[in-house]
Nanobody
């Protein structure tokens, strides 16, 4: 069982930055790929970014590429999402997920076994 706790959301003006964190319980964090997804009101959940177990491979949605950076610190059992140049359309509830698969499609919600509670990001225009 893995427990994930997401934090770092808040209200920011367009063009601003936020850093989300997702802290995981357990001693096997390094064996989990991690992903961030988001869901805006009235919209479906969408992939944002993912990072493989070693941190050597990262994946991004086209809508955030060049603005967001996913990283992980396996010593701290934490994955981060640095969000720069935020836009109002980035407003959503952001979720982190984990999977111990080494071959999943990390862009799919269904590939993850565990989820955090979500942290709200609101970008004002």
């Amino acid at each position: 069982q893995v427990q994930l706790v997401a934090s770092g959301g808040g209200l920011v003006q367009a063009g601003g930055s936020l850093r989300l964190s997702c802290a995981a319980s357990g001693r096997t964090f390094s064996s989990y790929a991690m992903g961030w997804f988001r869901q805006a009101p009235g919209k479906e959940r969408e992939f944002v970014a993912a990072i493989r177990q070693s941190g050597g491979y990262t994946y991004y949605a086209d809508s955030v590429k060049g603005r967001f950076t996913i990283s992980r610190d396996n010593a701290k059992n934490t994955v981060y999402l640095q969000m720069n140049s935020l836009k109002p359309e980035d407003t959503a509830l952001y979720y982190c997920g984990s999977t111990n698969s080494y071959s999943s499609d990390y862009r799919r919600w269904g590939s993850y076994e565990y989820w955090g509670q979500g942290t709200q990001v609101t970008v004002s225009s």
